[in-house]
């Protein structure tokens, strides 16, 4: 592969230059991940939907992008999806699924219009680590749960090679903000040997 978005994304830092990064690449955004077999939508909504018992409760799709992950999670049967985006053009596309009860746009300089208990659970579907929302987004989303909430989010191996990510996540369970449920190693974008890890975290 040259000169494609993937090869770019995982260099990409900081707010601006990530909005510029799926601005340009939100036409072709799906094809590519496509051709490159991306699976951790599937596998995300697939953990979620083994820990859920009410499927038209609410959840949150944190950096839905162009509705890829809400649609994984409407194929496994949840029912209520609000969709969240950094980027307008990625919503856009989001939007001409019809899936989603509420899109919007999300401005990281002010504060988390979400209140906490708003969502059943919470998923971000490829959204944090390199190349896209940073650490402390995982903070937030947590902190946006109630007691019994579900947090489905996952970390590619460009993310896992930076332990921080990891480290805050296994953090939060060692001080007993959330329990994991599960966590599962598995294909990410097979079309360029990418693999990714899923965590279903329960906020305690
Ligand atoms: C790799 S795409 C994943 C999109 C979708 N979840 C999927 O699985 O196809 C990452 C998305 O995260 C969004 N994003 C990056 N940083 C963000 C932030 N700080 N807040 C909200 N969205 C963000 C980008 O605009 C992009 O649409």
Redesign the pocket.
Known sequence: MSDTFLDK?YNTAG?AA??DL?SRWAAS??AE?SQNG?A??RRCAEALQAVTLDFDAPIL??????????L?LSMAGFSTIDG????QG?LDRAGEKQLYRNLSL?D?DVPFPVRRGDYAAI?????IGA????ID?FDMLLGALGTGGKFVLSFNDSTLKTPAFEKRLYASVSSKSAILLSENYGDHLPGINMKSKVYVLEKT
């Open positions: 994304a707010i990530t909005r799926y955004y799906e991940v991306y951790t939508p799709d944190f950096g839905c992008g162009t509705g890829l992950s809400g994984a969240i985006d950094l980027t990625m999300s990281p998923s971000a579907i490829g959204v190349g896209a929302a940073p987004v």
